[in-house]
């Protein structure tokens, strides 16, 4: 029981420092007092001292607080009466929409400014620090608008996959991403369960048989390239701003996206096949050795080649070429 008490005690006092209208420039006793008017109606100084429990000259702050934002009214003898709240704080949210948005067009002129001030030398940033390089690998993707698009070799170091909150925020912002996939990196543990998720989120994935260097591009404005590509447990990267040299890696990636296949896990295909008869089709499809698609989806080897005889005494062939044309022409994957 005096743990519960004391939970609530702690809550009472974490909603008293916080408040959830703060973004709207309400601070927290300003709530709270505007939360104790919306459920009076009405009431007088005295009146929210009494309910509220705190100094008449915290109150009259607050009170002092909402009437200027026009959240409140002085009505005299009835007391300090609410202004409705879709009406009031609805304009406060618009206002404060129009400034962020006036400020976001404003970032927008500085860094043109930025870029068409910076010498030709600037053009490509060098970041040695690990923490550095992981931060700004982080802070790109924040500041994505449009699309990224990247390039994803094995033996991520810097930033594994799962810790790259920054992708899962900008796909639930909309942008649009588009990743070449180096065909051994299906090979490592737990890609497989990692793409699947991405596909899942919205990501494109298409494959290659070797991606010859890892790189991310994010809205035509900025590339994210390793320093050395012969040492890749090294965080040395560097950053490529607009220029010549970025619409050339621009018109790389475009050239290999064309060249590479969509990768044929993790999507809903109609077909008579059950879920793991699809993943193994798919993994083979991509490229994966009997071994390593064993490994991904946590099968014997036996087990294997025990579904892969399947799927060829479904698809009524006698070879894996033909049962990758059965499966193309059936929309197994």
Known sequence: MALSEGLEEWWERYCQLVSILEPVGVGAAEEEVYRHLVTLRAATLDDLVKHIGRESAEIRAALDGLLERGLVGDEGAIGYVPAPPALSLGALIHQRQADLRAAELAVAALAEDYRTAR?????????TDRETV?????????????????????????VPHRENTAEREALRRGVRYRALLDRGALAAPEMVTDVRASLAA?????VVDVVP???MIVDEETAFLPLRTDRPESPASILIHRSG???????????????????????DHPGDLDDLDRQVLGLLLAGLTDQAVAGQL??????VHRRIR?????ARVDSRVQLGWVAARKRWV
């Open 119 to 127: 010498p030709p030398a600037d053009v490509v940033e060098v970041l």
């Open 134 to 158: 992981r931060r700004r690998f982080l802070q790109i993707q924040d500041a994505a608008r449009h699309e990224v698009r990247s390039m994803v070799v094995p033996n991520l170091t810097i």
């Open 202 to 206: 919205g990501q494109q994935i298409r």
């Open 213 to 215: 260097v890892k790189m």
């Open 245 to 267: 040299l970025l619409a050339v890696l621009i018109a790389f990636f475009e050239t290999e996206w064309e060249r590479a296949v969509p990768l044929p896990i993790g999507e």
């Open 298 to 303: 946590g099968l014997s080897l036996r087990t």
């Open 310 to 314: 399947q799927l060829m005494a479904k």
